[in-house]
């Protein structure tokens, strides 16, 4: 299984990916809707049918992978154009879900973060 780290804003998930600096591991992050205090889900339709799957493949993924599941806040917070998630330039994220590999150009966004096949090819070296 993936090592697993959940963060909330932009800052904690840059704090997050510096202290994993000069790791060998592959880095997956799932960027997600905020959740409600009261239900424990996501805001976002779309983030609550992927996350089961992206779980599923995190527990099936080798230890040679590190994900982090980071929360972009409430749902004015993110449907803001000058959101920082959508405006920094390592991650100009345009929707929620996402689900990036790290340090390359491999994105799956909104339904394909819910297409089992496609998130598990994320997780293969």
Do not use: H
């Not at 997050?16 to 060998?24: E, N």
């Not at 205090?37 to 099936?60: E, H, L, Q």
């Amino acid at each position: 299984m993936a090592e697993t780290f959940e963060v909330s804003g932009i800052e904690a998930y840059k704090e997050k990916l510096d202290s994993l600096k000069g790791s060998s591991k592959t880095i997956i992050a799932m960027f997600s809707g905020g959740k409600n205090p009261n239900t424990g889900k996501s805001w976002c339709p779309d983030c609550v049918v992927a996350k089961p799957i992206v779980d599923s493949a995190v527990a099936k993924a080798s230890e040679d992978f590190v994900y982090i599941y980071c929360s972009v806040g409430d749902r004015d917070f993110w449907k803001d154009k000058n959101c920082v998630f959508r405006t920094d330039p390592n991650l100009r994220l345009k929707s929620v879900p996402t689900l990036i590999k790290v340090g390359t150009p491999q994105r799956l966004e909104e339904a394909q973060c819910a297409d089992a096949n496609l998130v598990s090819m994320m997780f293969e070296d």
